[in-house]
């Protein structure tokens, strides 16, 4: 499995960018796609997820400046940033749960990682 992931950068506050990734590969069903960031001297922390049956769950503090949409059929998650803080400065990991075939839970995958800059 390989998720691609594009479109960070550099940006300054208040603008926007949009997050691009597609998964590839061999797996069966999707609990959710989404992204996760993690800064400098931070942990990892989910930003924005959607799951196949379309609920979706943010990180509080994105609520209303970011938004998160799949094309199931492209097995693609994009995340829509807008009015950018420099506290969203981080790096961007898409993620891919998959159901596991041996045990019940799910199997998480995570694409290269893409940096975000918001200058202020």
């Known amino acids: 499995v390989q998720l691609q992931a594009s479109g960070g950068g550099l940006v300054q506050a208040g603008g926007s960018l949009r997050l691009s990734c597609t998964a590839s590969?061999?797996?069966?069903?999707?609990?959710?796609m989404g992204w996760y960031r993690q800064g400098i001297g931070n942990k990892r922390e989910l930003v924005a997820t959607?799951?196949?049956?379309?609920?979706?769950n943010y990180l509080e503090s994105v609520k209303g400046r970011f938004t998160i949409s799949r094309d199931l059929a492209r097995n693609t998650v994009e995340l829509q940033m807008n009015s950018l803080k420099p506290e969203d400065t981080a790096i961007y990991y898409c993620?891919?749960?998959?159901?596991?075939?041996?045990?019940?839970?799910?199997?998480?995958?995570w694409g290269q990682g893409t940096q975000v800059t918001v200058s202020s």
């Open positions: 993620n891919l749960a998959v159901p596991r075939s041996d045990v019940p839970g799910v199997l998480d995958y």
């Open positions: 590969g061999s797996f069966f069903g999707i609990n959710s």
């Open positions: 959607r799951t196949s049956g379309g609920t979706t």
